[in-house]
């Protein structure tokens, strides 16, 4: 019975998601580890991908991890990920599709429960987002803050 109980004990140890409270997404992408996924929604746009690609060259460069990249469907509820689109593109993202209150230009990066979203209203505004993460370093409001609104229209650094 002792046996049982450890074993039990073990397997919810191993299934209980390695996220930890954290006070910034600059934090939250400093504790990434290979446990960790970027996950495209099934009806994301073009910059979806291209803003998953900035994300993972970034993560790679900073924080030598290179997480998975899976679909929304494809993925166990029990990973942290850093999810990428819009609400009405991936369902995982816990925000309202019909009531998105951004507009083109803008765009929200956040972290909800044991997962960052990057979140535009269009797919290049999901880039903007993801840009801003692929330079942490020249960005110190990812250090203090859990949510970030990107306002813009250009993709250029230098504009952002």
Known sequence: ?????????????????SYAAVDSIYEYLK?????????????????????????IIALKKY??????????TMISPNVSKILIGHPC???LIKLSCE???????QAL???IDNDLVIAGSTGDDTR??????????AFPELKKSKEILVVGTT???KDL
Do not use: C
């Not at 504790?31 to 009806?43: E, N």
């Open 1 to 17: 019975m002792k046996e049982r109980v450890l074993v039990f004990v073990w397997l919810l140890l191993l299934m209980t998601p």
């Open 31 to 55: 504790k990434m580890d290979q446990g960790y996924a970027v996950v495209l929604g099934m009806q994301g746009k073009s910059g979806d991908s291209f803003a998953a690609t900035d994300i």
């Open 63 to 72: 924080f030598y991890v290179e997480p998975e990249v899976a679909i929304e």
């Open 89 to 91: 593109d991936n369902k």
């Open 99 to 105: 009531q998105w209150p951004y507009e083109e230009g």
């Open 109 to 111: 990066i956040k972290i």
């Open 128 to 137: 903007r987002a993801a840009k801003i993460i692929a330079n942490v370093k």
């Open 155 to 157: 993709l250029e650094m």
